[in-house]
């Protein structure tokens, strides 16, 4: 008795109805209203990166048009026309791939056929992936086809380069950008499918798989395939990290940790651990990115926001180390961090370039800026005024607000006119012969080193007092 052949996860799992798309919930959405409306349209455009399902939907969603028994706006699954676009047999779904059918001679049987009605289902549907390959010409042939098409056809389009589809194509089109699945959406698929399969799985090697991913579920699935290969029945992180390059949660967090801290020894031999074991570098820079920009999303928005990329323990990292790092800090390390991204791909020095920008963004998060400076000193001067004597200056005399002590002399402004004789202020009104009187040297040092004088200058602040040992 043969054995049964294996079937690759990616296709073993493949959603086949609207209620199995992970992370399109908007598109979804919007497909299924339209169903429930019956306002479909002619054309449909889906834009986005490579395994986030935009083949997928457009095969679900040519089912749920076509299918004879529906379950509301899903389709069956199980009937003849399910069955057959499923399998990719059925004479009313075309599929055609654009990256190897792109010329003019390509087009021409769609062209041809959509005079001819569907021979068993409502709708006519051709299906074109990734469309951006069509030439100028093919987009041209197709063009007035794909504006006014009769009632039983309808066109689906799916591409990775959604700038390189002709704008008079798009106008024609409904569009839908698709979005890269967050990382906790793939691991809580990843770790369903390891039940499914009985396969014993670390939440941490689920985790270490969707970020190598990089929101591309079919990616997710792909890895894990090989790691079951390489492994068997039970799946570790380190098993996981070995096989892809990557780093682990913790020390990436800890790596993360240390630049907050300002620990330059730390972040130093990090680096070299994760050099010498091979890891991906630039991978590293990604990752060390995105938790950053997490770090931002849950400062802004708090941790129960949807725009985190992050499992709960993750979650629970991010929430202690917000609390010692202001966010505008944060945010500038950010910056660091994206510059240092797009150096990557020319410089040839990979690991000193990012050893000197985690140093940099480590001086970022631990050095004062201009800005708190003047913020400690206002502060400061706020809190320290009342301590300090009231003084203004007038015209002609020096006054001090501050009551003078009990055995204190007379104030400076008692003191006789001739004996102190202040500068004249450029164009001042003339002031009385005894103000311009000079005073002679020994008149001048008997003053300065007069106690009493000087018990009173002690209480004056320090600019003052030049002001009045200069003259």
Known sequence: MAESL????????????????????HVVKTLRHAIEAKRIANAYLFIGPRGIGKTTLSRIFAKALNCTSPNGVEPCGKCTNCLEIAQGRSLDVTELDAASHNKVEDVKPIIESVEFK??????????????????????????????????????????????????TIISRCQRFDLRRIQTNDIVSRLSYICKNENISAETDALLAIARGAEGGMRDALSSLDQLISFTGEKVTEDDALGVFGLVSRSQLENLAGAILNGDVASILT??????????????????????????????????????????????????????????????????????????????????????????RASRIATTATIEELMKAVRSLKSSGTADLPEIRINSERLVASAPAPASAPAPISALEPEEIAPTPAQNAPAKSAAYSKPVSHERREEILNDDKLNSILASTPGALISDIRGR
Not at 7 to 22: E, G, H, I, S
Not at 139 to 147: C, F, H, M
Not at 151 to 160: E, I, M, Q, Y
Not at 321 to 337: S, T
Request: charged residues 25%.
């Open 6 to 25: 294996h079937t690759a996860l990616p296709l073993k799992y493949r959603p086949m109805t609207f209620d199995d798309v992970v992370g399109q919930e």
């Open 118 to 167: 569907p021979t068993s289902s409502p709708y006519k549907i051709f299906i074109i992936d990734e469309c951006h390959m069509l030439s100028n010409a093919a987009w041209n042939a197709l063009l007035k086809t794909l504006e006014e098409p009769p009632s039983h056809v309808r066109f689906v389009f799916a591409t990775t380069e959604g700038d390189k589809v002709l704008a």
């Open 270 to 359: 990090s680096i070299e651990m994760f050099d010498s074991a091979g890891k991906n570098m630039r991978r590293l820079a990604g990752e060390l990115l995105k938790h950053f920009r997490n770090l931002v999303v849950l400062q802004a928005l708090g941790p129960e926001s949807k725009s985190l990329e992050a499992t709960p323990d993750q979650i629970k990292t991010l929430v202690e180390q917000a609390k010692g790092i202001d966010a505008g800090r944060v945010f500038r390390i950010c910056d660091q961090l994206s510059e240092m991204e797009d150096k990557l791909r020319h410089v040839l020095s990979v690991r000193t370039l990012i050893e000197m920008t985690l140093i």
